[in-house]
């Protein structure tokens, strides 16, 4: 059986197998995800934040508020479609009668999909779902992750910073957690011109989550009138 490795490991090697066999995977995989995209009939947030947060803890809490709050606000919910505070964000937007919608992705521990999704799809490839999460939002909520978390944060400043996805709001909650790495792209990328202001004024912070979820719908209007919703 496979363990959630195998394509992925296929897909990196430098193999004799057909090129065209290890692209008509990955093609499958966009056309499956960019269908299901379609399905959401309203703008959507995606939230992002660690699988191992505890149900019932601060953090599972807060995620799930989020989730409710952008569903009264007429927003879909989309996340990584597992535990902690991807399931606590797709619960509070189904409890609050939201579309709520999960991109899982196939791992070796097996992150099976919480049981709070309307739409659902599991993917092999890291690289089409980041994608997915980036095509079916309006912004970014992204609290306390690790790798997985830290990952799609990078990936949306880069889009940002080189205009592929235009005004993208992209919301770091719980200031607590996020201050040393602000500190350090501060004092570090910023002050050694690595990185412009503007690039620096993109991360946006809150610690409220009617705060967060504002500052992801007050842009919607904005992003529909350039042409990037």
């Known amino acids: ?10 897909i990196f090697r430098r ?9 008509s995977l990955i093609a499958a995989e966009f056309l499956a995800g960019f269908q299901l995209v379609q399905k959401i009939d309203r703008p959507a947030v995606s939230i992002f934040g660690s699988a191992r947060i505890a149900v019932g803890s601060a ?6 508020e989020a989730g409710h709050a952008f569903a009264d ?11 902690g505070v991807m399931e606590a964000a797709n619960r509070g937007c189904k409890e609050g009668g ?5 991109f899982n992705i196939a791992l070796p521990f097996e992150q099976a999909t919480n049981p709070w999704c309307d739409l659902a799809l599991t993917f092999d490839h890291f690289h089409v779902r980041k994608v997915m999460f ?9 609290f306390p992750g690790g790798f997985g978390t830290q990952d799609e944060l990078w990936e949306a400043l880069t889009l940002r910073q080189t205009r592929k996805i235009g005004d993208f709001p992209i919301v770091l909650y719980d200031s607590d957690y996020w201050d040393e790495m ?4 501060h004092d570090e990328m910023l002050a050694d011109g690595l990185i412009s202001t503007d690039d620096y004024a993109s991360l946006l912070k809150a610690d409220d989550v009617a705060e967060a979820v504002d500052l ?7 992003r529909v009138a350039e042409g990037s919703a």
Do not use: C, H, N
Request: glycine share 14%.
């Open 98 to 102: 939201g579309l709520s919608v999960g």
């Open 73 to 83: 606000a007429g927003f879909a919910v989309v996340t990584g479609g597992g535990p």
């Open 134 to 142: 980036v095509k079916a939002a309006e912004g970014f909520v992204i």
């Open 59 to 64: 953090i599972y809490e807060r995620a799930r």
């Open 216 to 222: 992801v719908v007050s842009r919607y209007d904005k």
């Open 182 to 185: 602000l500190e350090w792209i």
């Open 15 to 23: 193999s004799q197998e057909p090129l065209g066999a290890d692209v």
């Open 1 to 10: 059986m496979p363990d959630g490795t195998t394509l992925p490991r296929r």
